[in-house]
Nanobody, 112 residues
Framework: QVQLVESGGALVQPGGSLRLSCAAS????????MSWYRQAPGKEREWVAS???????YTANSVKGRFTISRDNTKNMVYLQMSSLNVEDTAVYYC??????WGQGTQVTVSS
């Protein structure tokens, strides 16, 4: 069955960096669009970034220039490199495959 397992969430200070990872299995990863979403407390889940099989990426305006999505098709992994983090980036970050499947999420907390 499809599995998406996120990791890398942590407590980080404002201005810091973090890399999230998502390990995928149970489907044809190399042919699938992969995305990151996030959900802050009391808010709806929002799209953060997507990467398509050929490597084309799209990033939400709120994180553009700070977050970078990438993938490694040899390892069935997708990453989210986050930099210049601020408190508004605090959320549970979710990996998504094919706009259908979801991971369990990983907590990112930005606080001094």
């Amino acid at each position: 069955q499809v599995q998406l397992v996120e990791s890398g969430g942590a407590l980080v200070q404002p201005g810091g960096s973090l890399r999230l990872s998502c390990a995928a299995s149970g489907f044809t990863f190399s042919g699938s669009a992969m995305s990151w979403y996030r959900q802050a407390p009391g808010k709806e889940r929002e799209w953060v970034a997507s990467i398509y099989p050929i490597g084309v990426t799209y990033t939400a305006n709120s994180v553009k220039g700070r977050f970078t999505i990438s993938r490694d098709n040899t390892k069935n992994m997708v990453y989210l490199q986050m930099s210049s983090l601020n408190v508004e980036d605090t959320a549970v970050y979710y990996c998504n495959a094919r706009n259908t499947y979801w991971g369990q999420g990983t907590q990112v907390t930005v606080s001094s």
